[in-house]
């Protein structure tokens, strides 16, 4: 029997509602498996904890996640507090902080879910975008100059180190390979405008791309890519992007896919030295929060993502299939999804289909 510790961060809005949804689904597969289970710990972090405190997250928050196998998060964030306190007091913190260099973003169009582009099939969107996830634009270096002055200016500094690049690209090429769809990587720039970080981007990208020589290239910009998701996305296979424009791109990615409802994402530490942390790509949505009705499936489809990293088992796809299945027979759905169920009766109906599945 192994047991996995896993912390759990269900954060604000609905968070609380998704992050029950995601647990029931991985205590089904771990009942149904027999040989895992889940022992989890919970941290009651986020802007409520802000409001009382001051901080996001417990001083020495790091050092007790730590010793778990991974982190489950459900969302943070609410209009009280300004957003990039929420975002630098604690997902930025733990990304930097445990050295999350990858962001793991699935683009995949299930059968049922609504796409906005009328003439595209479920296999014509099935992508994987890998984002840099601890540095780029979002290293947090620069600072106000003269402020409140008539020359006040602002300064924000991209940082992209070698280490780190070539981790992220290597990575991309690695999973390419394990795809095995196109054996493509989209080098996703701006290089023509960036002409110290992107020209350097690219110039890793080639490097790294010389050891892979049965997977095939292409750089794009980033501005293309945005027309290309919409133009031709059966194009795609994985693509490799830097913080900013990753984030940018996988947003345009939830919306190919039905919306935010099924964007999962894993933020992680590939040498294992610290825990990954799993989080849907939505907010806390707080125009719905506590009303029960938040479709949970970001969140089902995350934590099979966290289960795809903690163990190598081919029957997680099964998770997907059972959120198919509940999309295809369209009884159980969300409001957003035009349905009206509860985000705990489809978290009962994904269980219900898993079980039969497997
Ligand atoms: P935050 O500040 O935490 O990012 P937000 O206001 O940006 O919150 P999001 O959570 O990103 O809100 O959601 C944007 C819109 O999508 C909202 O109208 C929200 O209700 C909807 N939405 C997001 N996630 C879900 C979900 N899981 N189920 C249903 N609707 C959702
Ligand atoms: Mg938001």
């Not at 020359?151 to 690209?169: D, L, P, Y």
């Not at 790294?208 to 049965?214: I, K, R, T």
């Not at 590939?270 to 029960?292: C, L, N, Q, R, T």
Request: proline share 5%; charged share 25%; net charge negative.
């Amino acid at each position: 029997m192994k047991r996995f510790k896993i912390a759990v961060i269900p954060g604000d809005g609905i968070g609380n509602e998704v992050t029950a949804e995601g647990i029931k689904v991985l205590d089904a597969f771990a009942a149904y498996k027999g040989n895992i289970g889940f022992d989890y710990e919970f941290f009651p972090w986020g802007c409520e904890y802000y409001l009382k405190t001051g901080n996001m997250m417990e001083e020495d928050g790091l050092k007790t996640l730590e010793k778990f196998d991974a982190i489950l998060l459900g969302a943070v964030g609410d209009p009280s507090v300004p957003d990039h306190i929420s975002l630098h007091g604690l997902l930025i913190k733990i990304r930097q902080g445990f050295n999350q260099s990858i962001n793991l973003r699935p683009v995949k169009l299930l059968p049922g879910a609504p796409c906005p582009l009328k003439d595209k099939k479920p296999e014509d969107i099935d992508f994987v975008v890998i984002r840099e996830n601890v540095e780029g634009e979002y290293s947090g270096v620069g600072g106000i100059r003269f402020p409140d002055r008539p020359e006040e200016t602002a300064i924000q500094t991209s940082v992209f180190t070698r280490k780190n690049t070539e981790k992220i690209m290597d990575y991309a090429f690695k999973l390419a390979q394990k795809r095995n769809k196109f054996n493509k990587v989209t080098n996703v720039t701006k290089s023509n405008a960036l002409n110290y970080s992107m020209v350097f981007w690219d110039k890793i990208f080639q490097e790294v791309a010389g050891n892979y020589e049965e997977i095939t290239t292409e750089t794009t910009h980033v501005d293309a890519v945005s027309m290309y998701f919409i133009q031709k996305p059966e194009a795609y296979d994985v693509l490799v992007a830097s913080n900013l424009f990753g984030d940018i791109i996988t947003d345009l990615g939830a919306a190919l896919q039905g919306g935010l409802g099924f964007a999962a994402s894993g933020n992680l530490n590939i040498e294992k030295e610290y825990p990954s942390m799993f989080e849907p790509v939505h907010g806390s949505a707080p125009d719905i929060k506590d009303k029960g009705i938040a479709n949970p499936m970001a969140m089902i489809w995350t934590a099979k993502m966290m289960l795809d990293f903690l163990l190598e088992d081919s029957d997680t796809e099964a998770i997907i299939k059972a959120i198919t299945e509940v999309l295809v027979e369209g009884k159980t759905l969300t409001p957003d999804l035009k349905g009206n169920a509860k985000t705990s009766e489809v978290g009962d109906a994904v269980c219900e289909k898993l079980k039969s599945i497997l």
